[in-house]
């Protein structure tokens, strides 16, 4: 069993910065994925970014790209997510996600293992 705990959401202005942080704990394995999906107001959850639990793999989706930036500390057993040069389209409740190993990594479905989530409002 894996438990997951995401921290560090808020209100920020455009162009501000958050770090985002998901907290993991129980058996994990060194090639599960760990990402970050987000979910806006009527919108479907969208995937934001992983990383293999070993960090030899980062991934991200197209709205990250550039801005966004996923690390781990294993010592912390601790995954994040830096978020920069926000925008108001970023407001979302961010989500952490857990599970072996898959292609499909930007698909809900290759994880099994969900946080609770975390608010991030980006402010004009």
């Known amino acids: 069993q894996v438990q997951l705990v995401e921290s560090g959401g808020g209100l920020v202005q455009t162009g501000g910065s958050l770090r985002l942080s998901c907290g993991v704990s129980g058996h994990t394995f060194n090639t599960y994925h760990v990402a970050w999906f987000r979910r806006a107001p009527g919108k479907d959850r969208e995937f934001v970014a992983a990383?293999?639990?070993?960090?030899?793999?980062?991934y991200y989706g197209n709205s990250a790209k550039g801005r966004f930036s996923i690390s781990q500390d294993n010592a912390k057993n601790t995954v994040y997510l830096q978020m920069n040069s926000l925008k108001v389209e970023d407001t979302a409740v961010y989500y952490c996600?857990?599970?072996?190993?898959?292609?499909?990594?930007?698909?809900?479905?290759?994880?099994?293992?969900w946080g609770q989530g975390t608010q991030v409002t980006v402010s004009s």
């Open positions: 996600a857990a599970g072996p190993p898959s292609i499909l990594v930007p698909s809900t479905t290759s994880y099994n293992y």
């Open positions: 990383i293999r639990w070993s960090g030899t793999n980062t």
